[in-house]
């Protein structure tokens, strides 16, 4: 079992950075890939940014080049910093982990808002 616990969400002015962490506990050795995904109410989840242990990075084609994600050495932390904040940037996120069993597993969520 992993468990994620997500941070940094908040009410941000367009334009404005932000920047999310993601602490995994648990079985974190099993953790393969790690990422976020947003959802605003009445609309699917959907991908942000993913990570994988060997690097790899993949990015949702409406934040690439504002946003990156990044682990921490230990590999139990994901960061996803936030530039260049636009209002429809506006969304929970959701810290997800895939483990090398391919189990799935999802944050709470934190708020981000971006607006004036």
């Known amino acids: 079992q992993v468990q994620l616990v997500e941070s940094g969400g908040g009410l941000v002015q367009p334009g404005g950075s932000l920047r999310l962490s993601c602490a995994a506990s648990g079985n974190i050795f099993s953790i393969s890939t790690m990422g976020w995904y947003r959802q605003v109410p009445g609309k699917q989840r959907e991908l942000v940014a993913i990570r994988t242990n060997s690097g790899s990075t993949n990015y949702a084609g409406s934040v690439k080049g504002r946003f990156t994600i990044s682990r921490d050495s230990a590999g139990n932390t994901v960061y996803l910093q936030m530039n260049s904040l636009k209002p429809e940037d506006t969304a929970t996120y959701f810290c997800?982990?895939?483990?090398?069993?391919?189990?799935?597993?999802w944050g709470q969520g934190t708020q981000v808002t971006v607006s004036s």
């Open positions: 997800y982990a895939l483990s090398l069993r391919v189990e799935g597993y």
